[in-house]
């Protein structure tokens, strides 16, 4: 009797709840298949892996009857229970031997289709009955969890070998939609009972029931305070004598209260738009439940995870600051290699005129004297010498470049080692991260990168402090004073050599004095010429070590040492997202928990775990 | 096999009284002095056992205390032989099945408070026969439990531990109606299937002493599998059974009952002694004492014209009017044969510990294997070494052809101030620095290298993921390296270590090759730079260069060795004379060991590193892991078997 699925008395908002829950569930999925490398998140995926195919079929069969498994250890009277509510005798029941119920027994209206339960595979009988307690909800009667050994059969055999009953619960359980949980006062205590329903009870609201109401006293008190230890909500505990119900029912005679109350506990809070209810609350819980699962799962890896992310900031803090030591005294130590750099700039920039012309003369000479001297070769060397930073080569030969720069295979081994330590903590080991000795391969992609970076950096660095060294000599003021200073000498002299050679030798006849005023003025125009090229370059390079302080400063930011770490930071990042996602969806569930909360009057269910 | 095999032969009793067994035909009851006898060899055989589960806990072997033989010897016959006999009669049963009702019926008083509420009853109480407190009392008898005096019959619901006190408290009382019989101990027990898995424990103490148990069960959990699995280890132990079934609707359910107890016997593999039916009575239940229907029908030989009906007292002076001694021999033979068991016994415990023990031993040699990480140390700077063999050789000089070694000392410094001069060569203080800054990359690398290897030691080897995991992911590995660092710095250019090993070697040298010595000073000046392959590892036993390194042997311990090569590698050609000396009187060697020798001195600071920050204690603890199978208690444990079989 399957009902429409745009049924008139659903609740309007039901449909834009499950809209939204069904964003959660999407959210969830994604989130759960994020991280599948990770062995924290392969547990949260399997136990994802029980959950989803509940949580669809809920949104699947939103309309369907609900399924109430009636459990509780052997004896206590589920199957007499059933009976009662079944009107006749459905299932076997009595005390000749236990356990007495080993085929599950289904119930249901006689025009309900229950072909969709795995009948077969569980071995169930199908019963129809016509009572009303059953006209709106499938009942099964199923076995007890109590009865098959959890030891394996010894030498010698039992007649318990062949109990499979709690196989066949497990087997039953996960079809049922609401637990109806029957207990004694022998029985509500039982380890192993408590054991099966704590583990199904996740999304599956309960009825709780105590039997022998006649006989046993009333441990209703006492099984609620278990049971709320146990992490249940239990809003009400019915107390029914089955055998008398059953006695009362054949004899036509009304109900006594307990079971009364049951009855109509099934009729209205199980049937109808109380079974949607009951089905979006499952389903939520049901998430919930799952979604703390996985906090419990991985909130042992947050602390590691945290420690593995200070802790490549920390290495890779480390790393800048030998790397911008290192720079910063090359850089200073590379005066020539300035000298020059400067200088080409002046040369390019300076043609034609009497001091660029002396200027690209002595240029001309110093070069005669080998490059490369007193840079020291290496990076930054090559670079301030104007060559290509790094030459092309491979694996552990770039090393030897790196040294250069202020960092050693020794360093870089060592914050990879540090890392290792601390991604073991978060449970990240290789292949997530690499190993803490780069290998050939890894060096070719950590180091080389590291190299081409910091080349590149660096060149575009000097290339920065030169441009704005270039600046000083644009202005025409200087250009021309310098040649005008250099110039003036030169003109002095020629105006001397003019006065002395036309005017005293020629016209006034004089005796003049030769070639000497000439070749020491010659000496006096070049020491003047060298004299302005000093000044012209301690204008240049003034400044210069502060701005290689400040070019040293924002090393920080090119996140140059980034490649010897990368595997670290990024398996780091990975797992921090996954946690975070986590706390969100679970944030996310639990408003959406809230925002459909809805109290129910007979139902129990499971809102935590046990601490 | 089980205890019924190894008890003294002799047909099983059946009682007249009750169904309850007497005497007329059993095996006359052991001398006195048999129980000396067997204490003589349980008592020793329990400390070698008890000296040696600590270790085997640490080796991973299954923790035997829920194991049935270590429950037998330490929970029965370690206290029982020790002391007068006493008959330790047990009720037990799951939860609310009226156990303490049946304690306080057979017992005439209300001992331990009946309630509705399942699993009250948090701790054994022991109701003790008139008289027994004053003599022996209950010390020792139950091993485990702190015996607390009673005071009310809310003792064993709310009875609770002292600060510092053990869980389980064992509530006792003297009997005070002066029914229970002499050398009688009656006990009620805690649940044995409630959701409180302490009841269970204390439960299973109290049954693993018992002679007879009382076994309480009902039309609904006869047949739980909690019910089956505390009941037949007991049956399997020898240990007397006498069946109640409580609440039954009588007589409606009269017949139904042998149907329950033959399921019961077939699962427990039990024999009760009697078997009794308890009605359901909840007037007898408010007044604390309920009747016994005899069931002789259940036992086969009962005495079908016993009384119909007997109290609760009657029924334990039944039992009292059996051949206690037989029970009680039938209880410890029985004991003794589950302790016996070759493979569930302590045999089968001692075949796991030794495998255990040569699983360890092959984790350390693995280890061993693993664990070591050359460290290829930047060349010595050469003066540190020849000033060493300078100072020795200073007094001799005179003996030495000083023209020879003037020429290459001359030699040498003209080489040095040129080089020095055109900037390829860099002053003592820089190489000594730059020496220093290649010596600590070395050995970080190495370092680094030697966590690695035994992180992957750990991936490969679960146990001893177990042993360094701990270390190897708990600590900071920041500080390892600090560390290092820090030894580094410390580090003197030559220690006194190395003084005394330059002197030794040179004075062995001398005064094997007395013709030679001459040479050295050359041979050192044409100038053998040592590169030596230096291994730090995780040895088993050493041979270290410098005597300083060298290990104690025959145990796991962080190691410096020279790896087979010292890499010579020789500055200048070698030629003439001096060539063919340094190989003719085996100088080479010499000057491979010294410049080794002061290698290794260096890298022992990585070893101590490795010894004292990284692994800690963790070495001591898996050489003690792995030396477990060389311990002498298995071999004593076996001996002492056989002598125990012997006596069975």
């Keep these: ?611 | 096999m089980t205890g019924n095999d190894v008890g003294p032969p002799g047909p099983r009793c059946r009682g007249t009284n009750g169904g309850l067994m007497s005497g007329p035909n059993h095996a006359s009851p052991p001398p006195a002095g048999s129980h000396a006898a067997w204490a003589g060899v349980v008592v020793p055989l329990a400390a070698e056992v008890d000296r040696l589960i600590p270790l085997a806990a640490t080796l991973g072997v299954a923790d035997p205390a829920t194991s049935a033989w270590h429950g037998q010897l330490f929970g029965k016959l370690v206290p029982q032989l020790a002391r007068p006999p006493v008959l330790v009669v047990a009720v037990g049963g799951g939860t609310n099945t009226g156990k303490s009702l049946v304690v306080n019926s057979i017992a005439g008083a209300a001992v331990s408070r009946s309630t509705p509420e399942a699993a009250r009853t948090r701790h054994p109480l022991a109701s003790l026969p008139v008289g027994m407190a004053a003599t022996d009392g209950i010390g020792g008898l139950f091993p485990g439990f702190v015996p607390r005096r009673w005071e009310s019959d809310a003792d064993p619901i709310t009875a609770s531990p002292l600060p510092g006190e053990a869980e389980d408290i064992l509530v006792w009382k003297e009997d005070t109606t002066g029914r229970q019989p002499a050398g009688v101990v009656l006990l009620d027990t805690p649940d044995i299937d409630g959701t409180l898995r302490d009841n269970w424990h204390r439960a299973e103490l109290v049954r693993n002493a018992a002679d007879v148990i009382v076994a309480v069960l009902t039309q609904q959990k006869y047949n739980d599998a909690a019910v089956r699995d505390f009941f037949r280890p007991a049956a399997t132990a020898g240990k007397t059974l006498i069946v109640v079934f409580n609440m039954v609707d009588w007589p409606r359910q009269r017949e139904r009952i042998a149907g329950w107890l033959a399921t019961f016997r077939a699962e427990t593999g039990s024999d009760p002694i009697a078997v009794y039916a308890a009605p359901y009575d909840p007037a007898a239940a408010d007044r604390g004492a309920i009747g016994f229907h005899p069931l002789p029908e259940c036992t086969p030989g009962g005495d079908r014209t016993a009384p119909a009906y007997l109290t609760g007292p009657e029924v334990i002076a039944a039992l009292a009017a059996s051949d206690i001694d037989r029970i009680k021999l039938k209880a410890l033979s029985g004991a003794l044969a589950v302790v016996l068991d070759p493979v569930a016994g302590v045999e089968g415990w001692l075949e796991a510990y030794s495998a255990s023990a040569r699983a360890w031993q092959a984790s350390r040699q693995r280890l061993a294997d693993a664990a070591h990480v050359e460290v290829t140390l930047p060349p010595a700077p050469r003066e540190i070494v020849w000033n060493e063999i300078w100072t020795w050789l200073e007094p001799r000089r005179s003996r030495f052809d000083l023209a020879v070694s003037g020429v290459y000392r001359l030699a040498g410094r003209g080489v040095a101030w040129a080089a020095r001069g055109v900037g390829l060569r860099r002053d003592a203080a820089e190489r000594r620095e730059d020496f220093a800054a290649e010596e600590l990359a070395a050995l970080k690398r190495a370092l680094g290298g030697f966590v690695e290897r035994l992180d992957d030691a750990c991936r490969a080897d679960e146990r001893l993921a177990g042993v360094l995991a701990p270390r190897l992911v708990g600590a900071d590995r920041t500080a390892w390296f600090a560390d290092l660092q820090a030894r580094h710095a410390a580090l003197p250019v030559i220690s006194d270590d190395y003084r005394a090993f330059v002197r030794a070697e040179l004075d062995r040298f001398a005064r094997d090759n007395p013709a030679t010595v001459r040479w050295i000073l050359a041979a050192l000046n044409a100038g053998a730079v040592a590169r030596p392959a230096i291994t730090v590892g995780l040895g088993l036993a050493g041979a270290a260069v410098v005597p300083a390194a060298a290990a104690t042997a025959g145990s796991l311990s962080t190691l410096v060795h020279t790896a087979g090569d010292v890499v010579v590698g020789t500055a200048a050609t070698l030629a003439g004379e001096g060539a063919l000396g340094l190989t003719a009187a085996g100088l080479k060697p010499l000057v491979e060991r010294l410049f080794a020798g002061w290698s290794m001195e260096r890298s022992r600071v990585l070893a101590d590193s490795i010894h004292d920050v990284v692994l800690g204690d963790v070495l001591t603890e898996l050489d003690r892991l792995a030396s477990a199978g060389s311990r002498p208690e298995p071999e004593r444990i076996r001996r002492l078997l056989a002598a125990a079989r012997e006596l069975a």
């Design chain 1, 1 to 611: 009797m399957a009902r429409p699925a745009d049924d008139p008395i659903a609740a309007p908002g039901t449909e834009v709840d499950f809209a939204a829950f069904d964003d959660l569930v999407t959210s969830i999925r994604a989130w759960v298949g994020s991280f599948p490398e990770w062995p924290p998140a392969r547990g949260v995926q399997a136990a994802w892996d029980g959950v989803e195919p509940r949580l669809d079929r809920a949104r699947r069969e939103l309309s369907r009857l609900l399924v109430v498994g009636v459990v509780g250890g052997t004896g206590t009277g589920k199957s007499t229970l059933v009976n009662a509510l079944a009107g006749g005798e459905v299932s076997p029941a009595g005390d000749v031997a236990r356990p007495t119920t080993v085929a599950p027994v289904v119930v249901a209206a006689p025009d309900v289709d229950v072909a969709w339960l795995p009948l077969e595979a569980i071995g169930a009988r199908v019963v129809r009955s016509n009572a009303p307690a059953v006209a709106n909800v499938v009942l099964v009667d199923c076995p007890d969890p109590d009865t098959q050994s959890s030891s394996p059969p010894g030498a010698e055999p039992r007649p318990s070998d062949g109990n499979r009953n709690r196989d066949l619960l497990e087997a039953i359980l996960p079809a049922c939609d609401v637990l109806l949980l029957v207990a004694t006062a022998q029985k509500y205590r039982s380890w192993i009972v408590a054991r099966e329903v704590a583990a199904f009870a996740p999304g599956r609201p309960l009825l709780f029931v105590q039997t022998h109401a006649q006989r046993d006293h009333d441990i209703r008190p006492d099984w609620q305070r278990e049971l709320e230890a146990e992490g249940f909500t239990v809003p009400r505990i019915f107390r029914v004598d089955g055998l008398d119900a059953a006695r009362r029912g054949a004899a036509g005679l009304a109900p006594e209260p307990g079971f009364a109350a049951l009855v109509r506990a099934i009729d209205e809070e199980l049937a109808g738009r109380a079974a949607r209810r009951v089905r979006r609350t499952g389903s939520l819980d049901l998430a919930g439940w799952f979604l703390g699962e996985s906090s419990r799962l991985l909130d042992p890896c947050r602390d590691g995870v945290a420690a593995l992310m200070a802790g490549a900031a920390g290495e890779r803090a480390r790393l800048e600051r030998r790397l911008a030591d290192a720079v910063a005294v090359r850089l200073r130590a590379g005066r020539s290699g300035w000298q020059r750099l400067l200088t080409g700039e002046l040369l390019d920039r300076w043609q034609g005129g009497a001091f660029a012309i002396f200027l690209h003369a002595v240029a001309a000479l110093a070069n005669l004297w080998p490059r490369g001297r007193g840079v020291g070769g290496g990076v930054i060397g090559r670079l301030l010498a104007g060559e290509a930073p790094v030459p092309v080569t491979a694996g552990r030969a770039s090393w030897q470049h790196l040294h250069d720069l202020g960092i050693t295979e020794a360093e870089v081994e060592q914050s990879r080692s540090v890392l290792s330590g601390l991604a073991a903590r978060a449970r990240l080991q290789p292949p997530l991260v690499g190993r803490a000795c780069l290998d050939e391969a890894a060096v070719e992609s950590t180091v080389t990168a590291l190299l081409d970076r910091s080349g590149l950096w660096l060149a575009s660095g000097i290339d920065r402090l030169v441009a704005e060294r270039r600046g000083r000599l644009d202005g025409r003021a200087v250009r021309w004073g310098f040649e005008i200073l250099f110039s003036g000498l030169a003109v002095l002299i020629l105006v001397r050599e003019g006065i002395d050679f036309f005017y005293r030798r020629l016209w006034l006849g004089e005796q003049g004095n030769g070639s000497g005023f000439l070749q020491e003025a010659i000496v006096w125009l070049l020491l003047w010429g060298l004299a302005l090229r000093w000044l012209l370059l301690v204008r240049l390079r003034g400044g210069l070590d502060h701005d290689i302080e400040r070019l040293v400063a924002g090393l920080g930011d090119a996140h140059l040492v980034d490649p010897l770490l990368a595997d670290f930071t990024a398996a780091g990042e990975r797992a921090a997202g996954y946690l975070a996602e986590q706390r969100r969806l679970a944030e996310r569930c639990a408003t959406l928990a809230a925002a459909l909360d809805e109290p129910a009057v007979g139902l129990g269910r499971l809102r935590s775990r046990a601490p």
